[in-house]
């Protein structure tokens, strides 16, 4: 089994910042993207942030120049720094990550508990 722990979350004024943190743990696994997606009241879950295991990023229009995707491969984590925050931000916040498994060796994907990120204007 591998676990996501998220956290950072929390409340913050319209223009401030946020830094969210999700570490990997468990036994045998290699980790291969790893990602941030977001769920509103209301809403769909929805994408906002990826990044490969040799650092490619992806993010979502509306988060572009605000957010930044990084990770740490030797402490299996990944982290989004969420920057000049705005009311429509407001959301759960998911760590996501596809996990290899060995012995035997299978893939999945993971997922964190989430954390709650509010945004006040």
């Known amino acids: 089994q591998v676990h996501l722990v998220e956290s950072g979350g929390g409340l913050v004024q319209a223009g401030g910042s946020l830094r969210l943190s999700c570490a990997a743990s468990?036994?045998?696994?290699?980790?291969?993207?790893m990602g941030w997606y977001r769920q509103a009241p209301g809403k769909q879950r929805e994408l906002v942030a990826s990044?490969?295991?040799?650092?490619?990023?992806n993010y979502a229009d509306s988060v572009k120049g605000r957010f930044t995707i990084s990770r740490d491969n030797g402490k299996n984590t990944v982290y989004l720094q969420m920057n000049a925050l705005r009311p429509e931000d407001t959301a759960v916040y998911y760590c996501n990550a596809d996990i290899t498994k060995y012995t035997p060796t299978r893939q999945f994907a993971a997922w964190g508990q989430g954390t709650q990120v509010t945004v006040s204007s």
């Open positions: 468990g036994s045998s696994f290699s980790i291969n993207a």
């Open positions: 990044i490969t295991s040799v650092g490619s990023t």
